[in-house]
């Protein structure tokens, strides 16, 4: 049973892994631009969003209305979206501390999964040791004393790079050790 969980888990991840890989060179190479085009794609996502949530509630019964938040719902949605589109800047230098928080709770999760597979695996350590380095570059990401953006969305882009290399071996690795 926990080796099915564990071949799911692991599946998702090296694709989730490769995905921000290719945003690491992305920060890398061209930081700024990058950025301001994952800022604009989550915006158009939450507002798109919001106008089908809008429009189902005119096209739903009464009914359906008197229990239905879609309209409220599709505004703030809307709204939402067209706020965080002008406040890009904001944003732009808020992202590393986001990034950073998601490597942390990644790898938190996948210190619980070696020491899960502690219980079928020999080799778990390893697995620890590398979910142990992810989350204290994931700590340095959000700590970083840089002033520039660019310099930060560099150094993002580079642990994240880092991190998700380290998340694809691990992957990879267990996936060996399952077979």
Known sequence: ???????????????????????AILLITKPIKTMEWIIILISAIII????????????????????SFGLVEGLLEI???????????????????????????KNIIKI???????QISNSWYLLLILAILSLLLGILIILNPFGS??????????????TEIV????????MFKLK
């Open 1 to 23: 049973m926990i080796k099915e969980y564990i071949k799911k888990y692991n599946k998702s991840s090296i694709i989730t892994s490769i995905l921000m890989i290719i945003v």
């Open 48 to 67: 798109i969003d919001g106008i089908f949530d809008f429009i189902n509630y005119f096209r739903s019964d009464k009914e359906t209305k008197l229990y």
């Open 79 to 105: 709204l939402a979206g067209i706020l965080i589109i002008l406040n890009k800047d904001f944003l732009i230098a808020f992202l590393p501390f986001i990034l950073g928080i998601w490597i942390i709770v």
């Open 112 to 118: 619980q999964l070696a020491i899960n597979l502690k």
């Open 149 to 162: 953006i660019i310099a930060i969305s560099l150094l993002t882009g580079i642990f994240l790079l880092m």
């Open 167 to 174: 998340n694809l071996i691990e992957n990879i690795y267990l």
